[in-house]
């Protein structure tokens, strides 16, 4: 079962704006990762936030945690037309999870040059 | 460094068929996953493989999927008989070890498409 869940589902900007997808998620969790996925091809790693972090930033990425609000928040900064890609949250879980990464539905962003 | 190596990239069968799909994940890498992700979703673990054994089948339909990593190295995914409802991308991906609390990264392969008519 799924259990991040994306917002928004699609997300169309110009380029050089900033692009934030939301995820939220039902039980505890060990760490969260967002992964971005272009049209026909596999999944690629961005970034891991673990629980007891608040923020972490990677290049043009920055990504958000709040475990209280069971939630994260993925922000690309000057976006551009490479971006254009589906991305999506995983997790894995807490006590009583063998360690499976559980996949949301994705946002799709589109970035128009 | 190589990636994750699946085939056939695509493969169109009809319902009741049975197709296989195989992957090479990267060298030394002792888990293995296959997930399946149907159109507009996220990835879904079907099974996941700690060298040769497995780890998680929940989510594996048994009564018609079967996967096999005999010697823990490359795997083989395999549907019989196959149904209109298996069309999908089956992502093949590997990481170093199966600690995940520790925030291993999983490299995931291109992908076979499924389309079963």
């Known amino acids: 079962s799924q259990q991040g869940e994306e917002d928004p589902q699609a997300l169309s900007i110009q380029e050089g704006e900033n692009a934030t997808m939301n995820c939220s998620y039902k039980t505890s969790i060990n760490n969260l990762q967002w992964y971005r996925q272009n049209s026909g091809r596999g999944l690629v790693h961005l970034i891991l936030i673990r629980s007891n972090e608040r923020e972490k930033h990677s290049g043009r990425l920055r990504v958000t945690l709040d475990t209280s609000k069971k939630s994260s928040s993925l922000l690309i900064t000057a976006s551009r037309a490479a971006d254009t890609a589906s991305y999506f949250c995983?997790?894995?879980?807490?006590?009583?999870?063998?360690?499976?990464?559980?996949f949301g539905q994705g946002t799709t962003l589109q970035v128009k040059p | 460094e190589a990636g994750v190596a699946q085939s056939p990239r695509y493969k169109i069968i009809e319902k009741r068929q049975s197709v296989a799909f195989w992957c090479n994940p990267i060298s030394g890498h002792a888990t293995l996953y296959w997930y399946q992700q149907i159109l507009g979703q996220g990835p879904k673990l079907l099974i996941q493989?700690?060298?040769?054994?497995?780890?998680?089948d929940s989510q594996l339909p048994k009564d018609r999927f079967s996967a096999e990593r005999l010697k823990g190295v490359d795997s083989t995914l395999k549907i019989q008989p196959a149904k209109l409802e298996d069309s999908a991308v089956y992502l093949c991906?590997?990481?170093?070890?199966?600690?995940?609390?520790?925030?291993?990264?999983?490299?995931f392969g291109e992908g076979s498409w499924l389309t079963v008519v």
């Open positions: 493989f700690q060298n040769n054994g497995v780890v998680d």
């Open positions: 995983a997790t894995i879980g807490g006590s009583g999870n063998t360690g499976k990464l559980i």
């Open positions: 991906a590997s990481s170093l070890r199966d600690n995940y609390f520790s925030g291993n990264t999983i490299y």
